[in-house]
């Protein structure tokens, strides 16, 4: 079917050019007519026609010459003598000519007859005798060449933009898919890119990849030499303080563009406005017509600086001559940082809150626990320098300060209840009320307690009961307890702890220096390791109950010095010294008794001696008493 198509468009191609030879001048058919009549029939009859040598060759040279010698495979160049809407006749000098698909020279909208087109001789003849041609295969075994050599001439080329890519378009160069990048396409940032597609185009050959095939063609390259000229006769009439009109012709996050009539300056976006500006668009709209002033220029980078609020007065030029410190202002919050917030009380003229300025309260805090953008305050003028163009300002001066009457509210002794705030390593910071902040001291936490830190005793956050101990109202600090909420216990363990006194305790912790007893009462003692030895000559261990003698008791201090090991050392020292007590005790008898004998001895008798042998049994028995 397709053989069939092909035919019979070739047929009313050629339909159509024998129509056109149909018509024949007048004085072509009058001549025609004449060379009949001065034709040599009768020999032609006789075949007499031999023409002689020289006239024969010549006439043979002058045939070959109006045909051309082509071969298959080959591209030549061609003639166009017909088209129509869907195919194009060709010439080459060979004995039929070929016809071409116009969907071949699509890229070439302006193709007419008497162009010269490059062609591929795929065959001299078909099933129909006809020749067959194809310009797209000829541009592509040319394409490579012309593509480099363009690049190399910095020639000007024509291409059919195909479709959009991504980044881009895919276009039609010499039968070859390059690429021609969207800011590649003009001068101007494009917005729609598919009013391009299909159009036919001049371009120049930027860069080739051999490698990969790859070409990158540029529309933008052919008008930037023009624009270039633009540009430097614009920047050599330009001077600061100029005001121009342009138009916006693109708006970024950091800024706006202005085209100047071929040269394009930049407003930064803090050039837009006095007051604060989050975004350009808020300013200004694309294709807007503006006046702007010249602010700064570049020669060499052709970089132009545009304000537009210079064209205004400065707000802080107009503000209230009679705005002094010490009045209050209205204004809302535009921006915040950690370290407070910027309040516009005008366009224009803003103050900052510091975050120091936003509470009575002490203790750090960020500006947004206070406030956010947006928000609508009212504030007292700390601080106005119309020449630096400063103001500060404060909210917390308009609440009453609370160490005005301290002494009257928190008086010494009195007892309150407080909020944990933070932690150091000696005390514990809390807060009374909003302005009001106290330290406790680690040894003002327990009177029984030995409290290494304090987040051993209570958490950030946490409710704890308090007694006003010191006031600093100069330095806005208190002094602050908690353990002299009670009596102090210590009054009363000095009468139940007196030294020797023995008690039941309980080893809670052990280390290198000796270990920590807890006593009744909730009290704590101490014991070195040398008092931890028990009776049988093993270590106490933790956990371990046992009876503890108090060696040593402190009450300034609040130090209680135990010993296990004094017990039983004490109880056998007691027994030696008994011992040796009786021990002296005998030996004084015996001796009194030994010179109550000598005495009696001078006065015995021989009548005394049953009394002697009476004495002598008493001593033996004095003697066995002290042993027993």
């Not at 009549?37 to 007499?48: G, L, V």
């Not at 001068?187 to 391009?196: S, T």
């Not at 709209?285 to 060499?300: A, G, P, S, T």
Request: proline share 3%; hydrophobic share 35%; aromatic share 6%.
């Amino acid at each position: 079917m397709a053989e069939l198509e092909e035919n019979g468009q070739n047929q009313e191609v050629q339909s159509e050019i024998k129509e056109e030879q149909k018509v024949q001048p007048a004085a072509e058919k009058v001549a025609t007519e004449s060379a009949d009549d001065n034709f040599d029939w009768d020999s032609f009859e006789a075949d007499d026609m031999s023409l002689e040598g020289a006239k024969k060759e010549d006439l043979e040279k002058l045939y070959d010459e109006t045909l051309s010698t082509i071969s298959e495979k080959e591209v030549i160049d061609g003639t166009v003598i017909a088209m129509n809407k869907r195919e194009v006749v060709i010439n080459i000098g060979f004995k039929s000519d070929g016809i071409v698909s116009r969907n071949e020279f699509r890229y070439n909208p302006d193709l007419k007859v008497g162009d010269q087109v490059e062609v591929y001789v795929e065959s001299q003849e078909d099933k129909k005798g006809q020749l067959v041609l194809s310009h797209k295969k000829a541009r592509a075994l040319r394409s490579w060449d012309r593509v480099n050599e363009a690049l190399e001439k910095d020639e000007v080329i024509k291409g059919y933009i195909k479709c959009r890519t991504k980044g881009g378009m895919i276009v039609d160069v010499f039968g070859i898919e390059a690429f021609l990048p969207g800011s590649q396409i003009d001068v101007k940032p494009i917005r729609d890119y598919d009013v391009f597609v299909g159009k036919t185009m001049e371009f120049k050959v930027v860069k080739i990849n051999p490698e990969f095939k790859n070409v990158v063609v540029s529309h933008k390259a052919l008008i930037e030499a023009e624009l270039e000229q633009q540009k430097k006769e614009i920047i050599s009439k330009l001077e600061k303080g100029q005001v121009l009109e342009g138009t916006v012709k693109n708006i970024t996050s950091y800024g706006v563009f202005i085209d100047l009539g071929g040269v394009d300056g930049l407003i930064h976006i803090t050039d837009l406005s006095w007051g604060r500006v989050s975004h350009p668009e808020e300013i200004v709209q694309l294709d807007q017509k503006l006046n702007v002033v010249i602010l700064d220029f570049d020669d060499e980078k052709k970089r132009i600086a545009l304000g537009l609020k210079q064209l205004t007065s400065h707000p802080w030029d107009s503000l209230n001559q009679e705005l002094k410190v010490g009045d209050i202002v209205k204004g809302k919050v535009v921006v915040m940082a950690d370290y407070g917030a910027f309040v516009e009380i005008a366009p224009g003229v803003e103050g900052l809150i510091h975050v120091s300025e936003m509470s009575w309260s002490q203790h750090l805090r960020s500006a947004q626990d206070f406030l956010k953008v947006g928000d609508e305050v009212e504030a007292t003028v700390l601080t106005l320098d119309r020449d630096e163009r400063k103001m500060s300002l404060g909210i917390k001066q308009l609440k009453p300060d609370p160490w005005d009457n301290i002494e009257e509210k928190y008086p010494m002794g009195s007892k309150h209840s407080a909020k944990v705030r933070n932690f150091t390593n000696f005390g514990v910071f809390v807060e009374i009320e909003e302005g009001i902040d106290g330290l406790i001291h680690i040894s003002d936490l327990s009177w029984t307690k030995k409290v290494k830190h304090p987040a051993e005793f209570t958490a950030i956050g946490e409710e704890i009961e308090v007694v006003v101990l010191e006031i600093d109202k100069e330095n806005r600090r208190l002094s602050l307890g908690h353990k002299q909420l009670e009596e102090n216990p210590w009054d009363v363990f000095e009468t139940i702890f007196t030294v020797d006194s023995i008690h039941e305790g309980t080893i809670v912790d052990i280390f290198d220096k000796g270990a920590v007893i807890a006593l009744p009462y909730g009290v704590e003692g101490f014991a070195t390791p040398r008092h931890l030895v028990k009776e049988d000559g093993s270590q106490a261990k933790a956990e371990e109950k046992l009876q503890f003698k108090v060696i040593e008791f402190n009450k300034g201090a609040k130090r209680i010095i135990l010993s296990h090991s004094r017990i039983f050392e004490d109880e056998k020292r007691s027994e030696e010294q008994t011992a040796k007590k009786e021990q002296v005790k005998a030996a004084e008898t015996t001796k009194k008794n030994v010179k109550k004998l000598k005495d009696n001895l001078e006065k015995t008798t021989l009548g005394d001696i049953s009394e002697l042998a009476a004495l002598k049994d008493q001593m033996e028995a004095d003697e066995k008493k002290p042993r027993e």
